[in-house]
């Protein structure tokens, strides 16, 4: 699946596209990876978005100057209540406007069968910044590409945002979930991160394992717990590994759970299974119940990139782990809002 990956990428890439590395400079910059940053750049979005949420959070009226007259895009092509919304709330608490096919995409003209690359470009016509989400790896990758293709044809050119591309990459996921970790851990040097479930399809993990290597922290270690069948794709263990990871590989989670610092509990991704009898195998292999969550350190968190089902078991289990102060994924869902605004301003070249 990683292959699938990596082919749609060189495919992109032999064509002439390749992510532009952020090298301190976000201005006009599409977002389609998390190998575009280092740890200076992650560090300018987090104290940008430490900045606008303090600014939020003093109810600064002047917010909504940063963007105001700007316009950004929503082109969703799949489910999505978390990024979808946070970035509107950013843009809409930046002053920009927010604009998407009245009826969601399934009454855009893709109902006619246009392209994406067409439907992308139509959008870059109106927006100046597009935020994808779509099924497809690769897809924020060809959007980009097209885009840039255009040029001059148009007198503006639009940044695009990728909002999570198939089983391939969540970008923006990665650095609201970092800035949390950061939020709560301070550093990420000696931390054992133990993420959980389903790895194979779960484009959060990707990014975010990607990400903390790219952080460049000392003495990290990434703890990998899945079933046989959804365990983390090979190319990304060796990534992580290059970039001197100590990762650890198992289906057994009390093997790590007992002294992980930050638990990063994923859901399974029933409707990337072709195989129905796969999925209700292994769907519940790994719960996070209240009685492991307090078996943990004291100081550990635990996250999750949301939705939940029943990797979290019963309403009232989820009742009972929310109350625990270990639980951070409400951290993590407005602190999304907080990061994307932060990129958004940085993309369009906008003072904060
Ligand atoms: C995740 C996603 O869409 O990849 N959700 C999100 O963006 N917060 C995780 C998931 O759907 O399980």
Redesign the pocket.
């Known amino acids: 699946m990683v292959d699938q990956a990596v082919l749609s990428q060189t495919a992109m890439v032999m064509r002439g596209f390749e992510p532009r590395m952020i090298n301190g400079d976000f201005t006009g910059k599409h977002i389609v990876t998390v190998e575009q940053f280092m740890r200076d750049d992650m560090r300018a979005v987090f104290e940008a978005a430490s900045h606008l949420r303090a600014r939020v959070l003093r109810g600064d009226r002047s917010l909504i100057d940063v963007c105001a007259g700007r316009v950004m895009a929503t082109l969703f092509y799949e489910a999505?209540t978390?990024?979808d919304m946070s970035f509107q709330a950013a843009m809409s608490r930046l002053g920009g406007q927010v604009i998407a096919t009245s009826g969601g995409v399934q009454f855009s003209s893709v109902y006619k069968g246009e392209n994406l690359a067409d439907t992308v470009r139509a959008v870059a016509c109106y927006a100046d910044v597009i935020v994808l989400r779509h099924p497809e790896v690769g897809s924020s990758y060809e959007s980009s590409y097209h885009l840039d293709l255009l040029g001059d044809k148009l007198s503006r050119r639009a940044v695009l945002i990728s909002g999570?591309d198939g089983i391939g990459e969540?970008p923006t996921?990665a650095l609201l979930d970092l800035y949390t970790i950061l939020d709560f851990k301070e550093s990420v040097d000696g931390l054992k991160i133990t993420m959980v479930g389903d790895l194979r399809y779960?484009?959060?993990v990707h990014s975010l394992s990607k990400l903390i290597a790219r952080y460049a922290a000392q003495g990290v270690t990434l703890n990998f717990v899945s079933p046989s069948l959804l365990t983390m794709p090979p190319a990304i263990i060796a990534y992580l590994r290059a970039h001197d990871i100590t990762v650890r590989e198992t289906d057994n989670l009390e093997d790590v759970l007992g002294d992980s610092d930050v638990i990063y509990w994923?859901?399974v991704?029933e409707e990337r299974f072709t195989n129905k009898a796969d999925y209700a195998a292994i769907a519940n292999k790994f719960v996070m119940l209240p009685d492991a969550l307090a078996h943990t350190k004291s100081d550990a968190i635990l996250m999750h990139?949301?939705?939940r089902k029943h990797e979290m078991g019963s309403p009232d289990d989820h009742t009972l782990l929310d109350s625990d102060p270990r639980s951070v994924y409400f951290h993590q869902m407005e602190n999304g809002m907080y990061v994307r605004m932060a990129l958004i301003a940085a993309v369009l070249g906008a003072g904060i």
């Open positions: 999505s978390r990024t999570g969540h996921q779960g484009r959060t994923t859901r991704q990139p949301l939705p």
